[in-house]
């Protein structure tokens, strides 16, 4: 693994279905986020952890919930999917306490229908 | 509120110059970031300004000037595949991360 990765790449869900989005990452990053980008809407920030075992929420936190067992992991969790959820999810990383950059994922493209 | 500012797309000749500007009002400054975005793929750091002035790395610059909550991406000897949308983004005092809806840059021959 180098960088962030994330899975699935892309998935299609029925509405009121569980699903949770992956993301792993091997840099050691303190703080790790999840974004969601729509078009003309730019990124949101859903959820962050600045630290294992803690998380905070974003702009967008409604309908999602996220979890920080250890510092690689950052699982995105759709308790029951609805269309207005279709997007695309950019996990990312940082350093936390500096003004490191952001490193993200590849993205997971997501279609509520 | 916080908020940031860029125009929506810009157009320009291959081998020309364009500027990209972005304003912003956030509650504290820790930093401007400059990111490139191709379409289907992830955004990708280009640059960070935190002293006013200009920074320069190759083809690309970007100036601040936090007086005026103003800064902008300068890309010189325009090539085909700078073809993407730029994303400004302001750390604030809490060091998260305030977003542009970006700008798409479209590069015509």
């Known amino acids: 693994i180098a960088g962030i990765t994330q899975a699935p790449t892309s998935q299609i869900l029925a509405a009121g279905r569980r699903m949770t989005l992956r993301c792993t990452q091997d840099?050691?990053?303190?703080?790790m986020y999840w974004y969601r980008q729509d078009l003309g809407l730019g990124l949101r920030l859903i959820h962050y952890s600045n630290t294992a075992g803690t998380t905070g929420k974003g702009e967008v936190p409604d309908g999602y919930s996220v979890s920080r067992a250890n510092t690689d992991d950052f699982p995105l969790t759709l308790a029951s999917a609805v269309p207005s959820q279709t997007s695309v999810y950019f996990c990312a990383s940082r350093r936390q306490g500096d003004n490191s950059p952001l490193h993200f994922g590849n993205g997971t493209r997501l279609t509520v229908t | 509120g916080q908020n940031i500012d860029q125009p929506t797309e810009m157009t320009a000749t291959e081998g020309a110059i364009v500027q990209i500007n972005c304003t912003y009002q956030?509650?504290?400054?820790?930093?401007l970031f400059w990111y490139q975005q191709h379409a289907g793929e992830a955004p990708t750091f280009l640059s960070y300004n935190v002293l006013d002035g200009l920074e320069e790395k190759g083809r690309f610059s970007s100036f601040l000037s936090r007086s005026k909550g103003y800064s902008y991406l300068l890309l010189k000897e325009l090539q085909m595949k700078d073809s993407a949308s730029y994303l400004c983004a302001v750390m604030d005092s809490n060091y998260q991360l305030i977003w542009g809806a970006g700008t798409k840059l479209i590069i015509k021959p």
């Open positions: 840099m050691r990053h303190n703080a």
């Open positions: 956030t509650s504290g400054f820790n930093g």
